[in-house]
């Protein structure tokens, strides 16, 4: 199955064609080539989300993966997310969940909050 | 009345790095005046990554991005205020803010640094046809909403404007559980990175409609109910017959950014097309001792070259307050053919070692030569095999060339290459 794809992996978002043996035209340098295949056999994505900060009034934090998940678990991941809550102080880096759903990436708090 | 060196309006990514870069160039007695209640700008609710490529290899969110600087601000023990909102400003450079516990405060600076952002364009700016009614907001203020306070706008949406911000909180929103109908866009093209149109759209099979815009709303109960969208003809005129109907109870505007100016108007600094202040290459305005740099200036999409062009302006700041500004001549820059604006728009230090022009394209092309003239001789040129309005362009001229300057005045223009 060849494919029309736009990379992702920095702002410039070249337009990249992959044919069925794999073969990648487009891309501007070797990380393009990488995520196309990867597009292909096993998309991944990095995704940022908000925890309650319990502590603070109407105030939230924000999180992402340390690695990027599997494109298909990305709902559930931020059902997982959405049952955590911190509290302030919070420091980048701070693990909220170790391993999220078997996936090999933590969920880490990307805000300092006094 | 009190008395200080430098006072930076704005903390954000733009004033951090004006008030580190002039304490690095010894100016000592510096007030960073913000009115939010911590440091870092509009970056506190950008918490999708994708900042920082530039500045440290590293693909970083917003809130990492900021806190790298808040950092530094900290270790050199710059002295900031939050909750501290700038009142007023005027020509002789006093600054009065006032702020819940120093109540109004008036200062005599040496220099002021004007690092204030932008604002969105509302409904008010385009006259959005149909009922006035609640359930109309902008991109910005729903992603301060969730990613700060964690409220949702609202359940089904409906975004107007492709430009990034709009494209960002398309995923954003889908991520939190609300629907997201489409994103709509009056030009036939989308202003945003074909990144985000991949990664936020695509993605999660988000339509964009090109072409099209929002012809009326209906709300009569108080609360959008109905979007409708019409196809736009060549003039931005809808066409009859077009009409598609989205059900929804919001409608997000990501319809464009504004320099926040409102105090360097009211000093009566000059203002440029980019409907920021014009400024020299030391990053001065009009107005002697008053510099503007970051959003403020000219609206930009990485804030890498934010924090740069604070930088410069900090540096600009602290030559001022020393005396070492070297001033010895007047050279109007120009945008010419197929270009929209040039910044800096005057030169005044020929036997600088390089200075950077930054400026926007009118339309995208491909294959062109950026040429720099003075009076019809060519100063310099560049090859450029693709640039779009969205990418701000970046080129230096040395001081060979920059020597190379004999009259008043240089253009920057884009010529075809044959
Ligand atoms: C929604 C959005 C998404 C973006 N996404 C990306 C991205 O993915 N990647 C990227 O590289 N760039 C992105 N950018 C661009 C970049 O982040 C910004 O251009 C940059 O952060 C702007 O910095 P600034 O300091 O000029 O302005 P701001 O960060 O807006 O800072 C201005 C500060 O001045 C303060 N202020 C204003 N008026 C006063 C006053 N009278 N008194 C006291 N304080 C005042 C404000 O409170 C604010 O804190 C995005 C921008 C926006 C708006
Ligand atoms: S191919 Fe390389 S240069 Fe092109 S978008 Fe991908 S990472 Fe960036």
């Known amino acids: ?114 | 009345m009190l008395n200080k060196d430098l006072v930076i309006i704005g903390g954000g990514s733009a004033g951090m790095a004006a008030a580190i870069e002039a304490k690095k160039n010894g100016v000592d007695d510096i007030l960073i005046l913000e009115k939010d209640s911590v440091l870092g700008g509009i970056l506190n609710q950008c918490i999708h990554n994708g900042f920082g490529l530039t500045e440290f290899k590293e693909e970083l969110t917003g809130p990492e991005y900021l806190q790298r600087f808040v950092k530094q601000v900290e270790e050199l023990g710059i002295e900031y205020r939050c909750d501290a909102l700038v009142l007023d400003v005027t020509k002789d450079k006093v600054v009065t803010y006032s702020n819940a516990e120093d109540g109004v405060v008036s200062l005599q600076a040496k220099a002021i640094v004007f690092a204030t952002g932008c604002y969105e364009r509302g409904a008010g700016a385009i006259q959005i046809p149909g009922d006035r009614c609640a359930g109309i907001i902008t991109a910005g203020t729903a992603q301060k909403y969730l990613n700060i306070h964690g409220f949702l706008a609202g359940k089904r949406i409906v975004i107007l404007g492709s430009g990034d911000i709009g494209l960002i909180m398309a995923r954003r929103m889908t991520l939190e559980g609300a629907k997201v109908l489409c994103v709509s866009e009056i030009m036939p093209y989308s202003n945003g990175l074909n990144r985000n149109i991949a990664q936020c759209l695509t993605d999660y099979d988000i339509p964009l409609y090109l072409s099209r815009s929002v012809s009326k709303v209906v709300g009569k109960h108080g609360r959008v109910e109905k979007v409708i969208l019409s196809a736009v003809d060549d003039k931005m005129k809808f066409i009859p017959g077009t009409e598609m109907e989205f059900e929804c109870d919001t409608l997000l505007l990501s319809i464009g950014l504004i320099p926040y100016v409102s105090l360097l108007d009211k000093i009566k600094a000059e203002m440029s097309s980019t409907r920021g202040a014009k400024v020299n290459d030391y990053f001065e305005t009009s107005i002697p001792g008053v510099f503007a740099c970051g959003n403020c200036l000219h609206v930009h999409d990485v804030v890498d070259f934010v924090t740069d062009e604070g930088r410069d302006a900090g540096k600009g700041a602290a030559k001022y307050i020393k005396g070492l500004v070297e001033k010895n001549t007047t050279i109007l820059v120009k945008p010419g053919d197929g270009i929209s604006y040039v910044i800096p728009q005057t030169i005044t230090n020929k036997n600088a070692d390089s200075i950077t022009f930054k400026f926007r394209v009118r339309r995208p092309i491909q294959n062109v030569f950026v040429t720099f003239e003075d009076n019809g001789n060519e100063i310099a040129k560049f090859v450029r095999p693709v640039l779009i309005p969205s990418e701000m362009v970046m080129l230096k001229l040395n001081q060979a060339q920059l020597a190379k300057i004999e009259s008043g005045e240089i253009t920057v223009s884009i010529k075809e290459r044959k």
């Open chain 1, 1 to 114: 199955m060849s494919k029309d794809l736009t990379c992702i992996v920095c702002p410039r978002g070249c337009r990249l064609h992959i044919d069925d043996d794999l073969n990648v035209t487009g891309n501007s340098c070797p990380r393009g080539a990488q995520y196309a295949k990867d597009e292909l056999t096993n998309p991944k994505r990095m995704i940022t989300s908000i925890v309650r900060v319990k502590n603070r009034e109407n105030c939230m934090a924000s999180v992402k993966t340390s690695v990027s998940i599997p494109k298909g678990k990305i709902f559930d991941i931020l059902k997982e997310i959405e049952k955590v809550s911190v509290n302030a102080p919070t420091h980048i880096g701070d693990v909220v969940i170790k391993d999220v759903l078997g996936t090999g990436s933590d969920i880490i708090i990307t805000k300092e909050i006094k």
